[in-house]
């Protein structure tokens, strides 16, 4: 698998500093699971980030700080221990991080109705953005449409094209305020994406407009 769209720079750094919402971290997450490069600029940034740590003043810390956080670990260790172990769950199409969220693989997912054939699972994430995987039957396009805020959009099966280029599994579209963009899944397969976004689409059809409040896009 060769990955020819990525994260931007930007992201990347937002994610090593933990400044993302929880929907966004996931998608660049997945990605980096998937993308070599990625994972590689990630690794920069984070020994960035340790090597201004080590330049900080230090902070005086309080007497009982030590046991305050021993306690915690092992008031952590007890909740641990109390949780059943479940079987490490692989999917062909889910990344592991994806996993964790959908409590298992891609059977797992309780699929709602989009229309035209599409469907939609939006996953269990912090108000601030929104991640839902969209299963897009091949050849099917996705209403034009352009954005509030941000878009980010990760392939996991199949592959869909639009005028920002041709994305495959891997592939990570960003899409921001100034683009509009009408997604065609490939006729070849049907697609399975990633989606998060932190605002609702701005869709130009009537009918996708009305839509939009039921399907929380």
Known sequence: MTVKHHLTDDLLMAYSAGDLPEAVNLIVATHISLCDECRAA???????????????????????????????????????????????VQ????????????????DNVRWRSAG????????????????RLLYIPA??????HG???????????????DEDGYFSRGDIEVADEDM??????????????????DAPLKFKGLMPRIAQPFLGI
């Open 147 to 161: 954005h509030h805020g941000l878009e980010l959009t990760l392939v996991l099966q199949g592959a869909f094209q």
């Open 116 to 131: 035209m054939g599409v469907k939609q699972a939006i996953l269990p994430t912090s108000k601030d953005a929104t991640a």
């Open 42 to 88: 990630l690794g920069s940034y984070d020994a960035v980030g340790g090597a201004v740590l080590d330049t900080c003043d230090s902070v005086q810390m309080s007497n009982n700080s030590l046991n305050s956080v021993l306690d915690m670990i092992h008031a952590q260790d007890n909740q641990v221990q109390d949780k059943p172990v479940l079987a490490k």
């Open 180 to 197: 509009n963009h009408t997604p065609v899944a490939d006729i070849s397969e049907d697609c399975i994406c990633l989606a998060v976004t």
């Open 91 to 106: 999917d062909d199409v889910l990344p592991a991080p994806l996993v964790d969220y959908v409590g298992g693989g891609l």
């Open 139 to 144: 050849g099917t396009a996705i209403p034009d």
